[in-house]
């Protein structure tokens, strides 16, 4: 069974600039979230779908990052436009339904210069 | 006060070792106990999950609940080198509204010296 994709997979940009990142859930799997984590901290949830729509995205910061997921399977997290403090890996993990073991992907890291 | 307290390390032990990590939670309505693995340059992956007090085992490693402590802890008996990760303790809440939220320690850095 194929894992949680992620790309890129690393991104370097200068503050003020927009980024894209995608993420392909494991297939069959109905829930999806986005996790930010900086450096020596855990994951943070950032938000969380089940198919198409969101559950919770009670810790994004909305004036810069959003997300969809368009289908019910793919999804983007967009920031725009970066901050320093941006920099950080992003995780994208899937589960089968809300309340299952959560599945990761290997993160996108991103740099903010 | 976070809901999660862990000890970041890092910590180092020789290979063959016993391994004791440790979390702290505050808040009494979470019920699932998680221990994560995270090799550098990759996700998290579960390594053991438990919802009550008490011990777990599972080959070498042994996750430990005490809900009356809001204590948890995971132990590594025979650490091997390939042991060396970070391990992220993680709690989640289930509730009502369909917005279940695992909440993750800061990690602990360990290595096995061989």
């Known amino acids: 069974e194929a894992g949680v994709a992620q790309s890129p997979r690393y991104k370097i940009i200068e503050k003020r600039q927009s980024v894209a990142f995608w993420c392909n859930p494991i297939s069959g799997h109905a829930t999806l979230y986005w996790y930010q984590q900086i450096l020596g901290q855990g994951p943070k949830l950032l938000i969380q779908?089940?198919?198409?729509?969101?559950?919770?995205d009670s810790q994004l910061p909305k004036d810069r990052f959003s997300a969809e997921r368009l289908k019910g399977v793919d999804s983007t997290l967009k920031i725009q436009p970066a901050k320093l403090e941006d920099s950080a890996v992003y995780l994208c993990?899937?589960?089968?339904?809300?309340?299952?073991?959560?599945?990761f992907g290997p993160g996108t890291r991103l740099l903010v210069l | 006060q976070k809901e999660v307290e862990q000890d970041p390390g890092p910590l180092s032990v020789p290979e063959g070792a016993i391994v004791s990590l440790n979390c702290t939670y505050s808040?009494?309505?979470?019920?699932?106990f998680m221990w994560y693995r995270q090799y550098s340059r990759k996700g998290p992956e579960l390594l053991m999950y438990?919802?009550?007090?008490g011990n777990k085992e599972d080959g070498r490693f042994t996750a430990q609940v005490d809900k009356s402590s809001k204590y948890i802890s995971l132990f590594i008996r025979d650490s091997q080198p390939s042991d060396s990760a970070t391990y992220l303790c993680?709690?989640?809440?289930?509730?009502?509204?369909?917005?279940?939220?695992?909440?993750f320690g800061t990690g602990t850095r360990l290595t096995i010296i061989p």
């Open positions: 438990t919802y009550s007090s």
């Open positions: 993990a899937s589960s089968p339904r809300i309340q299952e073991t959560q599945y």
């Open positions: 993680a709690i989640f809440k289930i509730s009502n509204f369909g917005n279940e939220k695992l909440t």
């Open positions: 779908f089940q198919n198409n729509g969101v559950v919770d």
């Open positions: 808040n009494s309505a979470f019920q699932y």
